[in-house]
């Protein structure tokens, strides 16, 4: 199929291109682990030998914003360490995805207080919601999957954002 | 000699025990507010005591306890019982705030609660921050919290809410869920 359409011109190079890019994005998902409440304690179990989140090509946690590719929100954010959390974020280099994992970070949980950012949501676009308190290993390897599933199916070149990337370099 | 003989004998003569009272092999000492800085020093360097370690430093708000009861509560008959007895006795509400300072001997390994009762109109206790550097952070807490001020404390800004943060979130009066005090997200690149 890709070889008749590079014959008759016109996108062959870009699907091609596309599905590269996908395919070394989905094979390397660098987290940037933002543990803060005991979910991070999951988090961790998750990242070492037992569950090996490795497997997924996740081998590599970023504890710096810039060279990460999801963002692990685990545990409570209160509303002191909000700016901080935003500017992460923020640094983040732009295909990006938030894994929000459990209860906290999803939707305050058990905090409903004058003290707690009610759900991540409010501040930074959430991909991926994690439910429990908190989750176990395999909900968050579950999480990374759909962020592959979700990779594989993203346009990185004809999406409008990314595209304008391109042309600007 | 008991711990209780000894600090009357320590603190008896000049005055500075309002109340002293024991609950469980406890003992707590009420002594006034402006005598805090003397009580404290009487209570490290008496050879007898010797309390050279401040273990914490907090705050209590009594808004609850100093409402008139309409129908008395099976599950509060500890302290708050006590408490309304007092007030019975004395007449007038004690005051709000409390401050409370709990002593340890480490020598001997015995403890002491030493409280000051802070009114509403005056909210300022000395710091202890020359006695024990310990008393740093909790103040700071207290203050946080409570809005309580602790006088020649050398840095004294709320230590857990952010700066703008505009109430005392502690106080009874405080709703859980705040009062829609805003946190600004921007920052400077």
């Known amino acids: 199929m890709g070889k008749i359409q590079a014959y008759n011109g016109g996108g062959w190079i870009a699907t091609k291109l596309e599905w590269l890019i996908n395919w070394g994005r989905k094979r390397s998902p660098w987290p940037l682990p933002f543990g803060t409440a005991c979910c991070g304690i999951e988090m961790m179990c998750a990242l070492a030998a037992g569950y090996d989140m490795a497997r997924f090509g996740a081998e590599r946690p970023s504890f710096s914003p810039r060279q990460a590719d999801v963002l692990i929100q685990a545990g409570t954010i209160n509303l002191k360490l909000a700016p901080v959390f935003k500017k992460i974020?923020?640094?983040?280099?732009?295909?990006?995805?938030?894994?929000?994992?459990?209860?906290?970070?999803?939707?305050?949980?058990?905090?409903?207080?004058?003290?707690?950012?009610?759900?991540?949501?409010?501040?930074?676009?959430?991909?991926?919601?994690?439910?429990?308190?908190?989750?176990?290993?395999?909900?968050?390897?579950?999480?990374?999957?759909?962020?592959?599933?979700?990779?594989?199916?993203?346009?990185?070149?004809?999406?409008?954002?990314?595209?304008?990337?391109?042309?600007?370099? | 000699m008991d711990l209780k003989k000894r600090v009357e004998q320590c603190l008896g003569p000049e005055n500075f025990v309002v109340a002293m009272t024991e609950c469980q092999g406890d003992l707590s000492v009420e002594v006034p507010k402006r005598n805090i800085l003397d009580v404290m020093h009487l209570l490290r360097d008496t050879p007898d005591l010797g309390f050279n370690f401040l273990s914490d430093v907090f705050g209590v708000d009594n808004l609850d306890l100093n409402k008139p009861k309409k129908k008395p509560k099976k599950k509060e008959e500890g302290e708050g019982a006590e408490v309304e007895e007092e007030s019975k006795e004395k007449g007038p509400l004690p005051p709000r705030f409390e401050v409370v300072y709990l002593l340890l001997c480490l020598e001997r390994n015995e403890r002491l609660q030493v409280k000051v009762r802070v009114e509403e109109s005056d909210m300022e206790v000395d710091s202890l921050y020359l006695i024990w550097k310990a008393s740093d952070w909790p103040e700071r807490e207290a203050f946080d919290m409570y809005g309580i001020r602790f006088k020649g404390h050398p840095n004294l800004k709320r230590l857990l809410m952010w700066d703008e943060f505009s109430a005392y979130p502690l106080r009874k009066d405080y709703p859980l869920e705040g009062q829609g005090e805003e946190r600004h997200l921007i920052y400077d690149d």
Do not use: N, W
């Not at chain 1, 990006?96 to 009610?118: D, H, N, W």
């Open chain 1, 89 to 169: 974020y923020d640094q983040m280099a732009e295909p990006k995805c938030v894994i929000s994992m459990g209860a906290c970070a999803s939707s305050g949980g058990v905090f409903r207080t004058y003290a707690t950012l009610q759900g991540i949501d409010k501040l930074v676009p959430v991909d991926i919601y994690i439910p429990g308190c908190p989750p176990r290993p395999e909900a968050l390897l579950q999480a990374l999957l759909m962020f592959i599933e979700k990779t594989e199916k993203s346009q990185p070149i004809t999406h409008k954002k990314y595209s304008d990337l391109l042309v600007g370099t």
